[in-house]
């Protein structure tokens, strides 16, 4: 079985902030990891995603987040937010022989200005 | 049309009634995933197809549940005897085969939202 737990249900950020959004997973079997994002009245879209390879992988929109297999955690970052950001993330998991997502229960991002 | 479709984006029903959900996956995409939203909570996982089987159906709640995908492509999700619990928002994605075992990206709906008074 897998879990995915996101202990911040809200984060709320000062525009130009850093930031960081908690992720940890439980799996028997090895792991793919996901970030989607959930703009306001949009459907989701995968931000970051962790295959295999490096551990520390990169969105197009300057999030980072680092697989850490010791911690099993998956944790998103970003140095500096802006209001556009705001939004509510999901972290996901799936794994070897299971195809299916398991979400975690989301963190909504609330950039002030 | 490049993304994930579904229709209808709302639907509201009585308790009791019989209620259809359709998915257009991606063209070309094999795989197509169903999940269930609950007002704030994470997607959750109801059934897998790969082409036109059920791969893997161990998220339908119980038998009131069941999906078909006659052709490989176009998907419905069927709810006998709703009830108000059964109210949420129902997900579609799709995604390629991926290869040497690796998943591959599921690329979302927007939803249908669905309300059982």
């Known amino acids: 079985a897998q879990s995915v737990t996101q202990l911040d249900s809200q984060v709320p950020v000062f525009e130009e902030a850093p930031v960081e959004l908690r992720c940890n997973y439980s799996?028997?079997?090895?792991?793919?990891l996901f970030w989607y994002v959930q703009y306001p009245n949009q459907g989701l879209q995968l931000l970051l995603k962790?295959?295999?390879?490096?551990?520390l992988v990169e969105s197009i929109n300057g999030f980072e987040a680092e697989f850490n297999k010791s911690q099993t955690s998956f944790h998103l970052r970003k140095p500096s937010v802006h209001i556009s950001d705001t939004a509510e993330y999901f972290c996901?998991?799936?794994?070897?022989?299971?195809?299916?997502?398991?979400f975690g229960s989301g963190t909504r991002l609330q950039v002030q200005p | 049309g490049a993304g994930v479709s579904q229709t209808p984006s709302n639907k509201v029903t009585e308790k009791g009634k019989y209620v259809e959900l359709r998915c257009d996956p991606i063209?070309?995409?094999?795989?197509l995933y169903w999940y269930r939203q609950s007002l704030g909570q994470g997607p959750e996982f109801l059934i897998y197809?790969?082409?036109?089987?059920?791969?893997?159906d161990s998220g339908l709640p119980n038998d009131r549940f069941f999906a078909v995908r006659p052709e490989g492509s176009v998907s419905t999700l069927k709810i006998q005897r709703t009830e108000r619990g059964d109210s949420a928002v129902y997900l579609c994605?799709?995604?390629?085969?991926?290869?040497?075992?690796?998943?591959?990206?599921?690329?979302f709906g927007p939803g249908t939202r669905l309300t059982v008074l």
């Open positions: 994605a799709s995604s390629g085969t991926g290869t040497g075992g690796r998943t591959d990206t599921q690329y």
């Open positions: 799996s028997s079997v090895s792991v793919y």
């Open positions: 962790y295959l295999s390879g490096s551990t």
């Open positions: 996901a998991v799936s794994g070897t022989g299971r195809r299916a997502l398991t």
């Open positions: 063209s070309g995409h094999t795989a």
């Open positions: 197809f790969q082409g036109t089987g059920a791969a893997d």
